[in-house]
């Protein structure tokens, strides 16, 4: 019995360290470019309409906003208080794009087929990303 029980406490050691290292790998560092901006009604907004719905959907998710420039916001957001992410969304009266701007502990670097990062920074971009079209959606 008391093997049985070493035995599997070895499997789930062992289940539980190659999961922690599945979660660390990088992937493939996610951009989103030239995103179009489409409204129920097909109206076309302004640029300072698109620029705040933008500044809406980073305030939404708790980014916080470094730069703001014409057709450029700059914004971080912090994972815990350990991990930080930056993008830069770039914007116009048609369309949007987000994009690394850099990054704190998300293991963050160049391999063979491009930047990888930890999966983290792609869930936090995506979430941006919907939260975005939504805004721009009822603008």
């Known amino acids: 019995m008391r093997k049985l029980v ?18 660390r790998r ?15 009604d097909g109206a ?12 809406r959907a980073t305030q939404r998710n708790n980014w ?6 014409a057709g450029l916001v700059v914004a971080t957001f912090s994972i815990k208080g350990k991990h930080s992410l930056t993008v830069d969304i770039r914007f116009s009266e048609s369309q949007f794009s987000i994009d690394y701007h850099g990054s704190s502990n998300l293991n ?3 391999g063979a087929g491009g930047p990888v990062i930890h999966p983290a920074y792609n869930k936090e ?3 941006l990303l919907d939260t975005i079209t939504a805004e721009l959606r009822t603008a």
């Open 108 to 110: 963050y670097t160049q």
């Open 125 to 127: 971009v995506k979430v």
């Open 44 to 55: 076309l907004l302004t640029s300072k309409r698109v620029r705040e719905a933008i500044v």
């Open 6 to 23: 070493a035995a599997a406490g070895a499997l789930a050691l062992i289940i539980g360290v190659a999961g922690d290292a599945t979660a």
């Open 26 to 40: 990088g992937v493939a560092v996610q951009n989103y470019d030239n995103v179009p901006i489409v409204r129920p």
């Open 64 to 69: 916080i906003i470094e730069q703001d420039a």
